[in-house]
């Protein structure tokens, strides 16, 4: 069965400070997406990574795919309350399903 | 504008009651999934489609039904809900590169 784990699980940080979530497995993927949920609401692509060590910015995320797209990282710098939500990471797995870690909930304090 | 939409966003039944949640898209995606979300188990998929007439199951597929007959509407289908399925459900529609789009989630609640 094909994993993905994420870390930390929950984050609380002060306004203006920098963070970084990860999203690992022990398979290959193709490509893997980065999503945002917020509380009642359905997840929003952030980004899709595709090549092993490619690095995408988002204004002021950043993410980044491992050389051996085995895992992958989310940094958000000067972090501000409206970051606040669930942070998932999804793949698609070689038989079409699509599986998502388990999230990371970050909050954001004022 | 872009979007997924399902109907009920909330829905309060009894056990054994047979439920239907629609599910909608409009844009033209051939990939459509249905998902339900728990505290403590994350998202979990329960059925996918890759085209009309093409479902599979995904990881929690038992007790759930689907048909996908259009191309734009892939309906989810309780034969005989459980309390077990009390759950925040999603569909989503993906683009060719499985990135998905996901409606505003539909809350069941099986008493």
């Known amino acids: 069965t094909q994993l993905l784990e994420q870390s930390p699980q929950f984050l609380s940080i002060q306004e203006g400070e920098n963070l970084t979530v990860y999203c690992n497995s022990s398979?290959?993927?193709?490509?893997l997406q980065w999503y945002r949920q917020e509380p009642g609401e359905g997840p929003v692509l952030l980004v899709t990574?595709?090549?092993?060590?490619e690095v995408k910015k988002l204004k002021r995320l950043t993410f980044q795919f491992g050389d051996a797209r085995k895992d992958s990282s989310l940094h958000i710098t000067a972090a501000q309350p409206g970051d606040t939500g669930l942070y998932l990471c999804?793949?698609?797995?070689?038989?079409?399903?699509?599986?998502f870690g388990p999230g990371t909930s970050l909050s954001v304090i004022p | 504008e872009a979007q997924v939409t399902q109907n009920p966003r909330y829905l309060i039944t009894v056990t054994g009651k047979k439920l239907t949640v629609t599910c909608s898209q409009n844009m033209n995606h051939e990939y459509m999934s249905w998902y339900r979300q728990d505290p403590g188990l994350g998202l979990r998929q329960i059925y996918y489609?890759?085209?009309?007439?093409?479902?599979d199951k995904g990881d929690v597929p038992e007790g759930y039904k689907v048909s996908r007959k259009e191309k734009r509407n892939f309906p989810l289908i309780l034969e005989s809900p459980s309390p077990n399925q009390t759950s925040l459900y999603f569909c989503a529609s993906g683009n060719p590169h499985y990135e998905q789009y996901f409606g505003p989630g539909t809350r069941l609640t099986v008493t």
């Open positions: 990574v595709v090549t092993g060590g």
């Open positions: 999804a793949v698609k797995t070689s038989y079409d399903k699509v599986i």
């Open positions: 489609s890759m085209n009309v007439e093409v479902t």
């Open positions: 398979s290959v993927f193709s490509s």
